[in-house]
């Protein structure tokens, strides 16, 4: 189908508003669970909610009826720690009820605070120590070719996941096999838990690495709607048969300015009356 280029800027400016509205009640739900623990890993949750809302509002294959469907594209959580915003999504996407989110991290919830895929529809895989992801993405991948399926494996992690050996060799792995069927998402949030991701161990230039080790790689504004779609896009228009990364630069607690200062911000506590401000910013974030 053609379309002239009003009608194809109709278009997009239409996927672009679903997506923030997905974004949006996201980002509600995130603060709905928080609020029921009184902390956790809110931060990282806002920050990475128009990433998750971009992959399930406009990339993903799936049935929400079906979660276990065997021509699913698989959406691998290698960072356990963010389910809080991987189950705000998943309700979104009508794979969980909306109601369930209010079970959070109670004891015989299906949503513990750590991802756990014997527990959760729709996770792939459990959440813990940082790095495995990558691996296991590598192995569905070739698991996936050898089956002739055309499903394809998003592995989602984080920049300190960047610090951790198994991921690089798995990245020399797919890039060795070719699997054009693995799409990496990288949130560079430049924060982790023993402080700024660049006094930790510095990983840039990231673009570069990854483009060494045989991947293509793109780099942009994991916050901005249209600079992810576009990343997207151009991924999808590599035919290397290389694997490919989104490298997603992203703001903590964005969306929520009480939240996206705040010092010791990779676990985050906050008070009670907080949360209730933390709502009303959002919704003025919308507006403006």
């Known amino acids: 189908m053609s379309y002239a280029p ?21 980002r509600h739900h995130v603060i709905d669970m928080g609020e029921a ?46 389910a809080i915003a991987l189950y705000a999504a998943l309700a979104e996407a009508g794979i969980l009820d909306v109601e369930e989110l209010d079970t ?9 605070m ?13 959440g813990g120590s940082l790095g495995h992801g990558m691996p296991l993405a590598v192995g569905m991948g070739l698991g996936l070719r050898r089956r002739g399926s055309r499903a394809l494996v998003y592995n989602f992690l984080s920049d300190g996941e960047l610090n951790e050996g198994a ?7 797919a890039a060795h096999y070719e699997l054009d069927n693995l799409v990496a998402v990288a949130d560079l949030n430049a924060l982790q838990a023993d402080g700024a991701t660049d006094s930790v161990l510095r990983a840039d230039p990231l673009v570069d690495k990854w483009e060494s080790f045989g991947w293509r790689a793109v ?54 009356h907080e949360w209730q401000i933390a709502r009303e910013q959002l919704e003025g974030s919308v507006e403006s």
């Open 6 to 26: 009003n009608e194809a800027e109709d278009a997009v400016d239409a996927r672009k508003s679903e997506i923030a509205a997905f974004a949006h009640r996201m």
């Open 37 to 82: 623990q009184g902390q956790g890993y809110v931060g990282q949750a806002l920050g990475v909610s128009d990433i998750l809302a971009t992959v399930y509002r406009d990339r993903l294959r799936f049935r929400p009826e079906q979660p276990q469907w065997p021509e699913r594209d698989r959406f691998l959580l290698s960072i356990g720690h963010y």
């Open 104 to 112: 959070y991290a109670t004891d015989g919830s299906r949503l513990p």
């Open 114 to 126: 750590s991802a756990m895929a014997t527990y959760t529809p729709g996770m792939e895989i459990s």
């Open 167 to 173: 991921t690089w060799e798995a990245a020399m792995s």
């Open 219 to 272: 780099r942009v504004d994991g916050n901005d709607l249209s600079q992810l779609l576009r990343g997207f896009e151009e991924l999808d228009r590599d035919e290397s048969g290389r694997p490919r990364i989104l490298l997603c630069d992203t703001t903590v607690g964005k969306g929520v300015p009480l939240l996206e200062n705040r010092e010791k911000a990779h676990f985050m506590r906050v008070d009670e």
